[in-house]
């Protein structure tokens, strides 16, 4: 347990005197799903540092995306009466970069994390990731996707 509040130190947004209330509760999330993770597969210390690399290539992709810069940046293109397209474009692509940029850290640090578990482990995390998507978790509804297709039949 101990590396996932070595984790959360060095991301302060988990703490109650840091950042406000909404990064302590994302925060808290990611914390609280890492223990769960590392409980229910009964990890290693070598798979535990593993996990945390992917969460903080995570949590660092998270941040990229979600910059505090986004409302400045577009009070900058929107000065005059018309929009500044080129500016606005130029946003668009800088976001996307910093997307793609952030995408082989995570891929590595998954792979790491996947590749460091036994056959039973890595069946383990299949089963949890279906399962949070057959209950509309953020992969959606698929039981909907279902009906929906039946009735277009």
Known sequence: M???????????HFHHHHHGHHGHDEGS????????????LDLDDAQQDKLTDLLEALWAQR???KSP???????????GERLDRDAARALAEQRIAALQAGVTPVLDALGGF????DAEQQQAVRFMLRMRGRFGGRFGDRSR?????????
Do not use: N
């Open 29 to 40: 999330r990611l914390e609280h799903m890492a223990e769960h993770v590392a409980a229910r």
């Open 63 to 65: 941040a990229a995306v």
């Open 145 to 153: 996707d279902r009906g929906g297709r039946r009735s277009a039949q």
């Open 114 to 117: 996947y590749d460091s578990l």
């Open 2 to 12: 101990g590396l996932f509040h070595r984790f959360a130190r060095m991301h302060g």
């Open 69 to 79: 810069d986004l409302v400045k940046d577009l009070a900058g293109v929107i000065q």
